[in-house]
């Protein structure tokens, strides 16, 4: 992905919005369970980014109490 791509630019590849090509009839999913779906992609998302943070301070630490 291009850091410096627009937003719409952005939208490529695995994370690109999947297109249903079936009548608003055929889908079996509620809209509330689209939004949990959503949701639940959107909080896993969070924790990675936590768990990033958390693990580059860890060894930004780390580093520190070497250097001195």
């Known amino acids: 992905m291009d850091p410096y791509a627009k937003p719409n630019e952005r939208k ?3 994370k690109r919005p999947k297109i ?9 999913r509620t809209r509330s369970e689209r939004q949990a779906e959503k949701q639940a992609v959107a909080a896993e998302r969070r924790a990675i980014k936590k768990s990033a943070r958390r693990h580059l301070k860890k060894d930004l630490l780390a580093d520190l109490e070497e250097t001195v």
């Not at 249903?20 to 079996?28: G, I, N």
Request: proline share 8%; no cysteine; aromatic share 0%.
């Open 20 to 28: 249903s090509h079936l009548p608003r009839a055929a889908e079996t």
């Open 12 to 14: 490529i590849g695995a």
